[in-house]
């Protein structure tokens, strides 16, 4: 798996020489960890993740989506998704209280690297033969390299991915719009995303004709 994400990973630097958007994987992750998904139910949403990207990008429905769907639906989605991704990591960071020093400095170091890199496909390009090159070399045995994964470390990670998902919010400047992205991040953070879409969708529909 991970030589063939590798694979597909330099494919598209070569392809479209721009980064990739992490926003998906973003939202997939969050809901994983912080909703309590089991392997399983992580596995299908990866499938129908992938289908409807696959549907979506062949007939061209992407910008129907962004017509039919308000932004700040989206938004809202985003930004309690990130606030639980952060409390998520700080908690798991917090419970490793040795290794916090240490993983703050490595943390500060994944979050340098994101914002001075990522502008060309060249990126992609290195990510997937690193990937590659690590399945190569290591094989089955990389599972028990990743299980070993500092979690002081993958929580500040986390906490930096969190806010990352979360401060794509700052957009909001009307009043209407930020209404709905505060009732869908509250909905995320109480009921889950799925009830939170349907209802931020519903109150953004209701304040339009308001």
């Known amino acids: 798996m991970v030589f063939f994400s590798g694979l597909w990973s330099a494919w598209a630097g070569v392809l479209f020489d721009l980064p990739m958007p ?8 969050a809901v994983a960890l912080t ?9 299908a949403s990866t499938v129908w993740l992938g289908g409807a990207f696959l549907v979506l990008g062949s007939l061209g429905l992407i ?3 962004q017509r039919v769907i ?20 700080v908690t798991l960071a917090l419970t490793s ?4 020093r240490t993983s703050t400095e490595s943390a500060l170091e994944l979050g340098l690297l994101h914002l001075f890199g990522a502008r ?17 070399a290591l094989g089955p045995s990389l599972a028990t390299v990743l299980a070993a994964f500092p979690n ?27 209404a709905v992205m505060l009732i869908g991040a509250g909905l995320v953070l109480r009921a889950g ?3 939170a879409f349907v209802v931020s969708l519903l109150a953004a529909a209701g304040l339009k004709r308001s």
């Open 120 to 136: 060309t496909g060249s990126s992609m390009m290195l990510m997937g033969f690193v990937k590659m090159a690590l399945a190569l």
């Open 35 to 43: 909703e309590g998904l089991s392997y399983p139910q992580m596995v």
């Open 152 to 178: 002081a470390v993958l929580g500040v990670l986390l906490a930096l991915s969190g806010v990352e998902l979360a401060i794509s919010c700052r957009d909001m400047s009307e009043k209407r719009d930020t």
């Open 22 to 29: 992490i926003q998906p994987m973003h939202a997939v992750v």
């Open 70 to 89: 308000p932004l700040s639906v989206v938004r809202g989605l985003q930004l309690g998704l990130g606030l639980k991704v952060f409390a998520t990591g």
């Open 63 to 65: 910008s129907w989506c």
């Open 97 to 100: 209280c040795k290794e916090w």
């Open 193 to 195: 995303t799925g009830p």
